[in-house]
């Protein structure tokens, strides 16, 4: 038995993927309003061959994707095929990590199980179709494939244009590894080019002005205009993406070898150069929007990548034990019911809570989605 995991380790980690997840998939759209907002987009193109964006400043692949998804199979479908991009992402991940991994095996369970892949790997949402087109692109490029890296880049911002960010880490890689200019301009142009067609649709609608000042519009209602506020968003939301007692494993790593990192560094190591610039660009965007734990996906291979580099096996499998346990409890100190109260609680973890918050609004989600999707006369 011993022997048949080990041979086939990611094989059973697939499966065992798809177990966990199942579910989710007839639990409705997800919890978040956002995937309901998709559902609806996605609908009434298929319906009526008109595209109207499910939310500004528009996520283009995303909704065309789940068109036919959606028009044929409804949620089960859509989410069903989220979980196939995720299964993608983790075998891209692993590709990667057998290049410039330490902890092999911990590193691919840690990103397949972390609360926020299994909790969004199942919904009908942009974030893991997106993100396995970063990873894509960041293993394009390792391996110096760079229009490849550039029209993987590009879709991914296709699927969620805030992603664009990871052309600075991507780009620290290229420096990194001493390639010309015209291999990065190569990169750049092509992803340039393949975000630019991706976002047609609303660009003919809007026009480019118009675009950038109805997104602004949008944006203004969900920006906290106090900066105390939001920098407790953003700390509490950067630790509960991981949970506590997981954030403080891996800062006891970091922490711990902080003096092996800075040679690193000096030395020019472009895994963990542009791991801890992937790291800072994406806690950057957060920190300009910490609205939803699930915007700091992007930042977690390149976390990954960094504390895996600076652990013992034995402290990273702490890590990946904790990290794993805070997908089904949390130890919280907000109050649960009212999100606005300081008290120390234990209640449901990430995915558990996504799995409860489905179930329970279910119904009411439904009918709203037929009264926005029935035909008006």
């Not at 859509?78 to 590193?107: C, M």
């Not at 996906?297 to 096996?313: I, M, N, Q, W």
Request: net charge positive; aromatic share 14%.
């Amino acid at each position: 038995m011993h022997r048949f995991i080990e041979k086939y380790w990611l094989h059973v980690l697939m499966v065992a993927t798809v177990i966990t997840r199942l579910p989710f998939l007839s639990t409705g759209y997800g919890a978040d309003i956002d995937a309901w907002l998709v559902a609806r987009s996605a609908s009434d193109l298929w319906n009526t061959g008109v595209y109207r964006e499910s939310r500004l400043p528009g996520y283009p692949l995303h909704e065309f994707v789940s068109a036919p998804l959606i028009g044929l199979g409804g949620a089960p479908l859509s989410n069903g095929a989220t979980l196939v991009a995720t299964l993608f992402a983790i075998a891209v991940w692993s590709g990667i990590i057998r290049n410039a991994g330490i902890h092999k095996k911990l590193t691919v369970m840690a990103f397949a199980f972390a609360p926020v892949v299994w909790q969004n790997s199942a919904v009908t949402l942009d974030y893991l179709w997106s993100l396995l087109f970063i990873l894509l692109s960041f293993d394009a490029l390792y391996r110096q494939r760079f229009i490849l890296g550039g029209v993987a880049l590009g879709i991914a911002a296709g699927f969620r244009p805030s992603n664009i960010a990871a052309v600075i880490p991507l780009l620290c890689l290229m420096y990194l590894q001493k390639q010309d200019l015209r291999r990065v301009a190569l990169f750049v142009s092509t992803a340039a080019v393949v975000v630019t067609v991706a976002f047609i649709p609303l660009l003919l609608r809007y026009g480019i002005p118009g675009w950038f000042i109805a997104t602004g519009h949008e944006m203004s209602d969900v920006l906290h205009p106090q900066a105390a506020m939001r920098w407790i968003a953003f700390f509490y939301r950067t630790i509960y993406f991981m949970g506590p007692f997981a954030a403080l494993a891996a800062g006891y790593a970091l922490w711990k070898k902080k003096d092996g990192i800075a040679a690193s560094v000096r030395s020019g190591d472009p895994v963990v150069v542009s791991s801890i610039v992937g790291v800072s660009t994406f806690w950057l965007l957060f920190l300009w929007l910490p609205m939803d734990r699930a915007y700091l996906l992007p930042a977690f291979p390149f976390f990954l990548l960094l504390v895996d580099r600076v652990s013992t096996r034995r402290v990273f499998a702490v890590f990946t034990l904790l990290l794993v346990l805070s997908s089904v409890i949390s130890f919280d100190v907000i109050d649960a019911t009212t999100r606005r109260t300081f008290r120390p609680n234990v209640h449901a973890g990430m995915v558990l809570e996504e799995f409860i918050l489905r179930r329970a609004s279910l119904s009411d989600r439904e009918a709203m989605f037929r009264a926005w999707t029935q035909p008006q006369y």
